[in-house]
Nanobody, 123 residues
Framework: VQLQASGGGLVQAGGSLRLSCAAS????????IGWFRQAPGKEREGVSC????????YYADSVKGRFTISSDNAKNTVYLQMNSLKPEDTAVYYC?????????????????WGQGTQVTVSS
């Protein structure tokens, strides 16, 4: 399984970015894809997750109403649209996948990880 994250960058507060996670070797029809982030000196935290089977989505309280996760199963790609970005959103963002939504989102221990993409929000 390979997960390729892209779309990070530098943006001013209030701006938007869209992250993409292209997956290969992972069947989107069965499992969950999620985004995590880690800021310097902080623990990694789950940002959002989408369950492939029914499209159910989950968000951390800190991003609800600002971030939207979606998937294009035909392209095996998951997107994270990030709007109204704040300086505290600055972090390295990682996409992850697992056949168990519980393991990925509840336990925060997905089996598969992609490389990170840096998101920097300036004030």
């Amino acid at each position: 399984v390979q997960l390729q994250a892209s779309g990070g960058g530098l943006v001013q507060a209030g701006g938007s970015l869209r992250l993409s996670c292209a997956a290969s070797g992972f069947t989107f029809d069965d499992g969950a894809i999620g985004w995590f982030r880690q800021a310097p000196g902080k623990e990694r935290e789950g940002v959002s997750c989408i369950r492939s089977s029914d499209g159910s989505t989950y968000y951390a309280d800190s991003v609800k109403g600002r971030f939207t996760i979606s998937s294009d199963n035909a392209k095996n790609t998951v997107y994270l649209q990030m709007n109204s970005l704040k300086p505290e959103d600055t972090a390295v963002y990682y996409c992850a996948a697992d056949r168990s939504k519980i393991r990925l989102w509840v336990l925060g221990r997905p089996v598969y990880w992609g490389q990170g993409t840096q998101v920097t929000v300036s004030s």
